[in-house]
Nanobody, 122 residues
Framework: QVQLVESGGGLVQAGGSLSLSCDAS????????MGWFRQVPGLPREFVSF????????NYAVSVKGRFTISRDNSKNTLYLQMNSLKPEDTAVYYC???????????????WGQGTQVTVSS
């Protein structure tokens, strides 16, 4: 199993930037597809971004496309989310996610971090 710990959240004004990190331990993340999700009170957890095992494929929610950038450093066992042009509606708890690759189109169950709070003031 892999353990995930997010960091980098905080309070920022609208238009500002934050960089989130997800430190993984227990297993190398090179065999995991990873992503970021977020959740606000009273709403379901929402997909934000995805990155495959070597970073050559990424995907973003429409709401963050062009503003957020997902990346990974497998040598450091770390996932990143660079968030620019932040909006108040980006306020949420951001969670790191990992799915271990098993075979083509087959992955393990989801692994989650504890989340980090991002608050964007208006």
């Amino acid at each position: 199993q892999v353990q995930l710990v997010e960091s980098g959240g905080g309070l920022v004004q609208a238009g500002g930037s934050l960089s989130l990190s997800c430190d993984a331990s227990g297993r190398p993340i090179s065999n995991y597809a990873m992503g970021w999700f977020r959740q606000v009170p009273g709403l379901p957890r929402e997909f934000v971004s995805f990155i495959n095992w070597n970073g050559d494929s990424t995907n973003y929610a429409v709401s963050v496309k062009g503003r957020f950038t997902i990346s990974r450093d497998n040598s450091k066992n770390t996932l990143y989310l660079q968030m620019n042009s932040l909006k108040p509606e980006d306020t949420a708890v951001y969670y790191c996610n990992a799915r271990r690759y098993i075979s083509r189109s087959v992955y393990s169950n989801d692994y989650w971090g504890q989340g980090t709070q991002v608050t964007v003031s208006s």
